[in-house]
């Protein structure tokens, strides 16, 4: 069953993001996951939360390779950039 991943990301380093974004296409084809949605303009409509620099929705065909690609230790590197870019938050669904 398809597994979709939010990713959110308060940005304090846009040169490591830019980085990070150079990898991230071929991080994530190496597990079949796809951007469904990517906003610099999430706005939040309800709870007491700031809304993030960047939201991202992924697609994984399903948990395992979402489990997969967050968990690559050949990916670490990758991974490490969208961290030291600022805040990264990913829930899987």
Do not use: C
Not at 51 to 64: K, S
Request: aromatic share 6%; no cysteine.
């Amino acid at each position: 069953m398809t597994a979709y991943a939010i990713v959110t990301l308060t940005v304090n380093d846009a040169e490591t993001l830019a980085q990070y974004r150079e990898k991230a296409g071929a991080a994530l084809a190496k597990y079949d996951a796809k951007p469904l949605h990517v906003s610099p303009d999430a706005t939040v409509i309800e709870g007491d939360i700031t809304a993030p620099d960047v939201t991202v929705i992924l697609t994984f065909p399903d948990r395992d390779k979402a489990l997969g690609w967050i968990n690559d230790p050949e990916l670490a590197n990758v991974h490490a950039l969208r961290r030291g870019s600022g805040t990264s938050n990913i829930i899987l669904m």
